[in-house]
């Protein structure tokens, strides 16, 4: 029970917020220190952990290149990109973007887009943009732009949700069989559970996606009682009729 007392220095360091990195790393050395390892076991259980787990170190290499290329302009770049579609409002780019995360999460693709990788450089800065123009090009209020980043957000985290359960080698489908398989002694195959989810992954993106086509009016409507939308061809008209009596 002794050796529990790394869980202790864990919910010590996370109280006083320290470094979650630090405060781990020091609660797997008091956890083998009272488990009866030696300095060198320490470090080899380390090793093999980094070792077997590298997948989830994949940030170290993927945060320094996103930060590279929004340096030199991504996020400019996509901007004026989805300047030039005209009629791509922030909606439909949106709900054109969780067809294509549902699709490739379906075929297994699912570390292709995410919050680090795409949502902020890119997917993020272009409906920011399409909003933008709808707006006469003029910056989006702070409460207009958080929630255009939060809908560019939730439309990565539902197409990969729904999309990846289609595809059959995922892992949640994988540890689905083998506990059923386990527990109730049945032979379940990971194809079946892959194409029972393609139901569920039509009826999110449809009802997601229509409420990503509604998010166009909502934030005409926020700026418009923002006061910062710009008047249409009608008001304008009548703008110039009272300035002429």
């Known amino acids: 029970m002794i050796v529990l007392l790394g869980v202790l220095v864990v919910i010590l360091g996370f109280a006083t917020r320290r470094n979650p990195l630090l405060v781990v ?50 996020q400019q770049q996509a901007r004026t990109l989805i300047g030039k579609l005209a009629r791509l409002t922030t909606g439909r780019f949106l709900t054109l973007y969780l067809f294509v995360r549902q699709l490739t999460a379906a075929v297994g693709l699912q570390t292709i887009g995410g919050p680090a990788q795409s949502v902020r450089p890119m997917i993020a800065p272009m409906a920011e943009a399409a909003a933008e123009r709808r707006n006469g090009g003029r910056p989006l209020p702070a409460r207009v732009r958080e929630k255009v980043r939060s809908h560019a957000a939730a439309s990565d985290t539902v197409g990969l949700f729904f999309g990846e359960d289609c595809f059959l080698a995922i892992g949640s489908i994988l540890l689905i069989t083998g506990f059923v398989n386990s527990a109730y002694g049945t032979h379940l195959e990971p194809l079946s559970l892959a194409l029972w ?49």
């Open 197 to 245: 989810a393609i139901p569920t992954a039509v009826c999110a993106f449809f009802v997601h996606g229509f409420r990503l086509l509604r998010l166009d009016g909502r934030l005409d409507a926020e700026l418009a009682a923002a006061g910062t939308a710009v008047p249409g061809p009608r008001a304008e008209t009548s703008g110039h009729e009272e300035n002429a009596k």
């Open 25 to 74: 790393g020091v609660a797997g050395i008091v956890t083998g220190l009272l488990g009866g390892l030696s300095p060198l076991g320490i470090l080899d259980a380390f090793g093999e952990g980094f070792a077997s787990s590298r997948a989830v170190t994949i940030f170290a290499v993927t945060l320094p290149v996103i930060g590279l290329l929004e340096r030199y302009g991504l």
